[in-house]
């Protein structure tokens, strides 16, 4: 069973940092994709970020700039860096990793990040 443990989430103001990071307990080279997912409160969870097998990465409109997915195969965790954090990036991110075969996608149990004003 893949287990994906998000960690590094908080209370910070609108203008700072976070780092985020998602412990794999399996090897992410073998991944299609790893990505990071946020739900804000009473809205649809929206995607974030991607980092494929390529070391190709993606990032919804909103964050590009600002944000940062990495890996580290070695240690099988993804990170997160997000900067210039405002209270509309407050919400639960979630990691989140995607296989080869049939597209299996697996997730964390989140970890908040709110940003006061």
């Known amino acids: 069973q893949v287990q994906l443990v998000e960690s590094g989430g908080g209370l910070v103001q609108a203008g700072g940092s976070l780092r985020l990071s998602c412990a794999a307990s399996?090897?992410?080279?073998?991944?299609?994709?790893m990505g990071w997912y946020r739900q804000a409160p009473g809205k649809q969870r929206e995607w974030v970020a991607t980092?494929?097998?390529?070391?190709?990465?993606d990032y919804v409109d909103s964050v590009k700039g600002r944000f940062t997915i990495s890996r580290d195969n070695v240690k099988s965790t993804v990170y997160l860096q997000m900067n210039s954090l405002q209270p509309e990036d407050t919400g639960v991110y979630y990691c989140?990793?995607?296989?080869?075969?049939?597209?299996?996608?697996?997730w964390g149990k989140g970890t908040l990040v709110t940003v006061s004003s």
């Open positions: 399996i090897s992410i080279s073998s991944m299609r994709a």
């Open positions: 989140n990793a995607r296989e080869w075969v049939y597209g299996t996608q697996y």
């Open positions: 980092s494929n097998s390529g070391d190709n990465t």
